[in-house]
Nanobody
Framework: VQLQAFVGGLVQPWGSLRLSCTAS????????MSWYRQAPGKQRELVAG???????NYLDSVKGRFTISRDNARNTVYLQMNSLKPEDTAVYYC?????????WGQGTQVTVSS
């Protein structure tokens, strides 16, 4: 199973960006799908998660600005990021859980700067 994340990049403050991550290989009925991030010198933190039934949870600092969604048919998870702030700058990683196995994407850099 491989996870491939798309569309990081440089964006200005208050701008928007949409991340996507697709799981390929022999995997189906994924349980949880999540996005984490890690800023320089900081620990990796959970940004948003979504279970198969659709319930979501968010890091407090991104509530109201970020939206996580998933397409089960495509094994894809999305993160719509609006009103981006410089403190959102980090490497973003997707993560999926199938039963007791976790898979990580390779990470995509998001830089928020004017």
């Amino acid at each position: 199973v491989q996870l491939q994340a798309f569309v990081g990049g440089l964006v200005q403050p208050w701008g928007s960006l949409r991340l996507s991550c697709t799981a390929s290989g022999r995997i189906f009925n994924i349980d949880d799908m999540s996005w984490y991030r890690q800023a320089p010198g900081k620990q990796r933190e959970l940004v948003a998660g979504i279970i198969r039934g659709g319930a979501t949870n968010y890091l407090d600092s991104v509530k109201g600005r970020f939206t996580i969604s998933r397409d089960n048919a495509r094994n894809t998870v999305y993160l719509q990021m609006n009103s981006l702030k410089p403190e959102d700058t980090a490497v973003y990683y997707c993560n999926i859980r199938k039963a007791r196995t976790y898979y990580w994407g390779q990470g995509t850099q998001v830089t928020v700067s004017s």
